[in-house]
């Protein structure tokens, strides 16, 4: 086809059918593609559609396609409305960074109706528009887009998103009304029987009737203080709250400086968790707001109901903060965890944790080193066959659609995360760990984005040359062995924990009078059953597929698998 019939960058059609012989035949079936073609996509988006393909619309229009004609009246209404300046208050401003470290500023807006509705400004805008805006604020926003919200920290109930453009003008004004709905606190019973959706961010409010000991905990390899407290409500409900970083050390401070007879806590923006069945509340990270008997109305009347009951506050004595640092690390490593050889871990018939010394032998790429999750929800993405009519899916994922199924929407912005499948090997035996993105990064000190560069067009199914480095490497792992390992004899481990640093591997092995040989070691000829686990001379490389006994994770001799050369049918 010629250029002269491309519309919008959108090159005519072609159809294309493979034959049994495998030629290739072209259907000049235009006005047929036009309308039959999905365009679920843009039924999400229907302003990417208006901006960048806004021709390819009209032509689906002209073919009588029923989405575009959808799409259509969404856009005639967006536009309808926004000739109509929106007043409306911020009365929640934060700036939210993603894991690619762009900077976006999200706000909660009220308008005089009492009607919330969350707003974004886009990395790209904020220098345009910070010094504008603040929480507290009455402003009138025109020329602004509209898009479907998503996620699982949504801050209101609405459907729709309001993302600021280039173009959005912003103009300071009166305030709205007092007394708009601002603080909705949801009910005790709602929260616990699963009738809130935990993706929306809710308020609650109670009475304060037990309060635990400030506790450092690490999460994600971070240092984050945690509190937990419980609550109450009138009908002597009683709901979890546990909270996370500043505010849990603000909290704990204020809780045991108040002198109050009876603390009101009060949780804004609020996080439904759900662990192993039990709910409970949380703060999300800055988001959520803490207050404790603060002056509002509804706080004001619960105070007054509990004049005459006499159950305080239970504050839970004090202990002192545990840091989790490199040394409980190393304590965790050396003393509180049993050790175990990979034999003893393979063997074991029970649930439990163990530390194991071992040396990575090689790195599977079967099944990929990397993996796609969703920037907004960090849940794995999905790859899907094209939808283009007589477009054959051959298994190539480069012609495939990214979904999101949390989502729920095609192509969304993915970040790559770490997904390591380790051959590991003692003087014992030999085994499968599995390794995500955190403890990864602990191994190779890098993101994965750096690997596979911004785009992700790296091979998942070839080792770059950072993964190969690991080879001959020896760590301690913290493994948890699970049902399936005991049960059914699943040959791979999941690992908590990892410690790279030699001086705690040295001790380690101190402790069973054992030596380390680490690479700044002297390099003098020894006798192969001298060399520890970290120096032994690994077997030779051979396929697997030409030798499949040595394919199994109870045999002590450890292989390198090799990636076969593909060769050109031509040749």
Known sequence: MSSDGSVNNYPTPEIIILSDDDDMQEVDDTNSYFQNISLRYFVDEPLEMKTQ??????????????EAHYIEGILQYFEHENKVTVRVAIVKLWKDYSASCDQTIEMVLIDANGDKIQAMVKNDLVNQFEEILAEGKTFIFTKFALSREFGSYRATNHRYKINFLSTTLVMITDDLPTGLNIFAPVKFNDVLDGSLNPDFLVDVFGHVIEVGHLEMSSVNGRVIEKISLQIRDLDDVRLRIVLWGKLAQIVSDDIQNHDAKRIILVLTLGKINVSEGDRYMSNALNISEVELNPNIPVVDQFRVLLQNDELGI?????KPKIVISSVSEKEDFLRKTPRKTIAEMIECHQGDKCIVMCTIGAIESDMGWYYLTCKFCSMAVQ?????????PYVGDLKKSKIYCSKCQRYDPNVLPRYKLHLVVFDNTGSSKFLLFDHLARKLLDQPCIELTGPLADEDPYVLPLALLNLIGKTYLFKIEILRENFMYKHDIFKVNKIITNLDIISEFLRQKSLKIISPECSSQQRDPSDLTPAKRRVGPVVNLDEEPYLNSVTKSGITTRIKKEKHDKSG
């Open 383 to 391: 790859y899907e066959p094209p939808l283009v009519s007589g477009d």
């Open 314 to 318: 239970d504050i839970v004595v004090a």
């Open 53 to 66: 393909h806004e021709d390819f619309k009209d032509l689906c229009m002209m073919n009588g396609n029923p």
